[in-house]
């Protein structure tokens, strides 16, 4: 289906005015609390870890460029999305589909948001930030979303870069530098992606395969989906204890991140025993998936509150390791 005809597909009479609500789920807000979260945490433990003071302003400044370019990358999202959100029930009601915003209108938004974010994220912090902040957008709003969606069942592998950014970003802010450890917070959010997103695509796939998009269990089924649910969860429960052995993070993350990596595998076991995603699946194989996505959204925002907690608040007690 031809991007141009989306705005063809909505009946005139169904066309409403646009609020301010609708410009604001654009911009994809629950994905922008979790962007601005782990660049925060970059920004706390820079700080913490070189010894270097970001003045306050500046930092709510950068962190503000954050924001408005997970914004802009989900405006621009939406806008080449649109005729398949159009033809799936769940994305059926957003602000382009429902006729609501023109397509026109939320590229445009997204292109000025984005220029404005990297100017303001250089302004406040370096040229590096900046530059990492438009790689970030332009991998999500081009690279993932034009060229990798619909093309490839590896979409969410390749293109959960996108969403890895922010922590590394928030470190540039910093120190103009982007040393291990924020590769290290970039890889966990990495690895992260494939068994968050494919729990919840395990749960809606049929919507998938009627917009003819080739996520994994549309392409290659539930099975193999389950399967790389847990080589994932066994690659990211260790990985999740490496700020422990660089020294980034101490005690306190350390047990946490033993106890919710240890949770996190026992869901991922449990999904990849079920038959969630399958044709006559039962109810409670589809709760192990649902139980998955949701505890992985908690893992991920405890883990990085750790590392906030831990470098922003005085609570690092360093881990000896023999």
Do not use: C
Not at 202 to 218: D, F, I, Q, R
Not at 272 to 283: E, F, K, V, Y
């Amino acid at each position: 289906m031809a991007h141009t005809e989306t705005a063809e597909m909505i009946d005139p009479v169904a066309r409403r005015h646009a609020t301010a609500a609708d410009y604001v789920q654009l911009m994809k807000p629950r994905i922008m609390m979790l962007v601005v979260f782990t660049a925060v945490a970059g920004l706390v433990a820079a700080q913490s870890v070189t010894g270097v003071s970001m003045n306050p302003v500046m930092a709510a400044i950068a962190t503000l460029a954050v924001a408005l370019g997970s914004g802009a990358a989900g405006a621009i999202n939406m806008w080449y999305d649109a005729d398949i959100d159009a033809i799936m029930t769940r994305t059926s009601t957003r602000p382009i589909p429902s006729g609501a915003v023109p397509r026109d209108e939320a590229l445009a938004m997204g292109l000025i948001m984005s220029g404005v974010s990297v100017l303001m994220m250089w302004l406040a912090s370096n040229a590096l930030a900046a530059l990492l902040l438009a790689g970030s957008i332009a991998y999500y709003g081009w690279f993932y979303t034009m060229l990798l969606k619909r093309r490839t069942p590896q979409n969410i592998v390749i293109g959960g870069g996108a969403g890895a950014f922010p922590p590394v970003i928030g470190w540039a802010a910093v120190s103009g530098s982007t040393p291990l450890d924020a590769w290290i917070l970039f890889a966990i959010i990495f690895m992260w992606t494939p068994p968050h997103f494919w729990a919840l695509s395990l749960l809606a796939h049929k919507e998938y395969a009627k917009a003819n998009v080739p996520m994994l269990p549309v392409a290659h089924g539930a099975k193999a989906t389950r399967n790389q649910i847990l080589a994932y969860s066994i690659v990211l429960a260790p990985l999740g204890l490496a700020p422990v052995i660089t020294g980034l993070a101490g005690m306190l993350y350390g047990i946490t991140a033993l106890v919710l990596g240890a949770v996190f595998l026992v869901l991922a076991f449990n999904v990849w025993r079920s038959q969630a995603g399958d044709a006559g699946a039962p109810g409670s194989d589809l709760k192990k998936a649902k139980g998955l996505f949701a505890f992985s959204i908690l893992y991920l925002f405890i883990l990085f509150a750790m590392i906030i907690i831990e470098r922003g608040f005085g609570a690092y007690m360093p881990v000896t390791i023999a």
